[in-house]
């Protein structure tokens, strides 16, 4: 399960509507070995593409020395689809460099909605996970959990702290 803060999502959310028709790229690091994201890092989508997307080599190198320097790690690697749902496609699925890396991915293809959906990809096999969104800055002790799209069937909503 991917639990990530409600303001690194909107970040994500607002960084691919403003990119849109064009993919938008990124990471989210963490303190190593903690699967915790803390730091947005949005970046530029170097193929300038309605259906790729790929970091620039320089900005790159850049962004996973900074990571290095600070003892961080990409926790999560998104990008949005424009015109389909958020589901890798075989290109993604090939190019998923990080197995220990949450995957996640934004559809801008309907403006009004926010679909969000999280993957782990390793070894080329794809397996989506819940995406536990936390809302801070309402109670620390508030969770809201959402799986979005079409599998699995199952949806976990939990609220904690009552």
Partial sequence: MLSIDRSIVDAIVAHARRDHPDEAC???????????????????NAARSMTFYEFDSMEQLRVWREMDDRDEEPVVIYHSHTATEAYPSRTDVS???????HYLLVSTRDPDTEEIRSFRIV?????????????????PHAVQSYMFGQSPATVDYECSGR
């Fill in 26 to 44: 990124g990471v989210v690091a963490g303190p190593a070995g903690s699967d915790t994201p803390t730091r947005h890092i949005p970046m530029d």
């Fill in 95 to 101: 190019f998923a460099g990080e197995p220990g890396a």
């Fill in 123 to 139: 070894d080329g096999v794809v397996t989506e996970e819940p995406v536990r969104i936390v809302d801070a800055a309402v109670d």
